[in-house]
């Protein structure tokens, strides 16, 4: 079993435990993984690589509210995550989680100012022109997204999600649209959130250099999560 840690122990320094996941497995047609541990702490940043079918995704939907393991807990604030009723896994998702999907799921026929507001209505909180200026989308506020490039609407979506201050941020190959100067400037403002907002960020993606931008980098493969040194 594979425990991801930024310090030994978890209270140390301040920096508590925001999720801890024990033992899972999975399976669809095949086993995915199993036996995986992870433990995700405030301002800390894992990163799991792996090739197109080897269930990072799955993980990542685990761990975010999104799918039952057949086996293993999930313990997230007080209690067993999957425990909770589903109006309680939906508050969760809704307050405290954020989720950066492959598919950028943007409201088409609305401008990015539209997509952004109703994310601010969602959370009550106000749309921080700042984190829109470091994303480089302040110029398209007044655009239909269907306008936008690819890039841009990753970059309209990763701006949604933050704008509501999630305690954990679960990323899906969030710089797979962009160019690599882009891919950094992105992962510079999403470290830099989780390191002000006492927040977890958890990727999985192909891009090896966007790893190693993480606290810590595993690797999903043969069924088992590996660390890895990138």
């Known amino acids: 079993m594979i425990t991801t840690t930024l310090l030994h122990d978890s209270q140390s320094g301040g920096v508590k435990s925001i999720l801890t996941a024990s033992g899972l497995s999975h399976s669809f047609d095949y086993t995915l993984f199993e036996n995986v541990d992870i433990n995700i702490h405030q301002k800390e940043s894992i990163a799991v690589l792996g090739v197109s079918g080897s269930g990072k995704s799955t993980l990542l939907h685990i761990l975010a509210t999104l ?67 470091k994303l480089k989308i302040d110029d398209t506020m007044h655009q239909n997204v269907s306008e936008l490039s690819g890039g841009q609407q990753q970059r309209v979506s990763i701006a949604r999600v933050l704008l509501k201050k999630p305690k954990l941020i679960f990323a899906d190959e969030p710089t797979g649209n962009l160019d690599r100067q882009t891919a950094n400037e992105v992962m510079d403002v999403m470290l830099e959130y989780i390191e002000k907002n006492n927040a977890g960020l958890f990727i999985v993606t192909h891009d090896e250099k966007v790893a190693s931008r993480c606290n810590s980098a595993y690797r999903l493969q043969d069924k088992r999560l590996f660390p890895v040194t990138i």
């Open 67 to 133: 799918l039952k393991p057949q086996y293993g807990e999930v313990i997230y604030g007080d209690g067993y995550m999957y425990e909770q009723g589903d109006k309680k896994l939906l508050e969760i998702r809704r307050d405290d989680i954020g989720i950066i999907f492959q598919s950028h799921y943007l409201f088409k026929g609305f401008s990015v100012k539209e997509n952004l507001e109703i994310s601010s209505m969602i959370s009550g909180n106000s749309i921080d022109m700042d984190l829109i200026k």
